[in-house]
């Protein structure tokens, strides 16, 4: 059974929270998962009021960790597809289509 935001402490829980309000950067040309802006973290610390603020910026940064790896991978295993889709197609000749 996967895991749910109540599975986890009162602090993980606010980390994602705040985590999920920090907006997304996305490299421009090829569209790549950047990571997190964290310009606002301090802000948005001091306007939920987080008691905790060093340990919930711990657990945010674990959590981006595991997300950064997690795309990388997805990402790896699409460009590996494409790769495998791309020396199927250049192996066939005129001779290799049928009709």
Do not use: C, H, I
Not at 46 to 73: D, H, I, P
Not at 86 to 99: C, E, F, I, W, Y
């Amino acid at each position: 059974m996967p895991l749910t935001y109540s599975d986890f402490t009162r602090e993980v829980q606010v980390a994602f929270f705040m985590f999920d309000l920090l907006s997304d950067v996305w490299e421009g040309m090829s569209g790549t998962y950047m990571g997190k802006d964290w310009s606002s973290a301090s802000f948005l610390f001091e306007t939920y009021e987080v008691e905790n603020s060093r340990e919930t910026l711990y657990f945010m940064k674990l959590y981006e960790r595991e997300l950064m790896k997690q795309r990388a991978e997805e990402a790896e295993q699409r460009r590996k597809k494409e790769e495998q889709k791309a020396k199927r197609g250049s192996n066939l000749t005129p001779n290799s289509v049928q009709r």
